[in-house]
C-alpha cells in the first residue's frame, strides 16, 4: 500500500512542473513566450520573471535585447496553477 501511495505522489508532484512553450514567432520580429508555475510555489509575477530572463537569454543569443511590448497573467487559483504570457521583440542594445 505504502508503494501505491508513493507511485501516486511522485506522479502528481509531476504534474506541478513548470513548463513553457519555447520562444514562438508572432510577426515580424515579434515573439511570445509562455508557461505556469506550479500549482502552489509561484506567482504569476514569479512566472513572468521567468520568462523574461529566457526572453532575454533568447535575444542576447542574437546579439540583441528584450523590449516587452505586452503581458499577461493569472494567479493560481484552486486546482489552476499561476500562468503569464509575455510578448517582446529583440532590439539593438
Do not use: H, W
Not at 504534474?15 to 510577426?27: E, K, L, M, R
Not at 511570445?32 to 506567482?43: N, V
Amino acid at each position: 500500500m505504502k508503494r501505491v501511495c508513493t507511485v501516486a505522489a511522485v506522479a502528481a508532484l509531476a504534474g506541478c512542473a513548470t513548463s513553457s512553450t519555447g520562444v514562438v514567432p508572432i510577426g515580424p520580429d515579434m515573439y511570445m513566450l509562455g508557461s505556469q508555475g506550479g500549482l502552489f510555489d509561484e506567482t504569476a509575477s514569479q512566472v513572468k520573471a521567468r520568462l523574461y530572463k529566457e526572453a532575454q537569454q533568447f535575444c542576447a543569443g542574437k546579439g540583441r535585447q528584450v523590449a516587452p511590448i505586452n503581458s499577461t497573467g493569472q494567479d493560481a487559483r484552486t486546482y489552476d496553477a499561476a500562468s503569464a504570457e509575455i510578448q517582446f521583440r529583440c532590439v539593438e542594445p
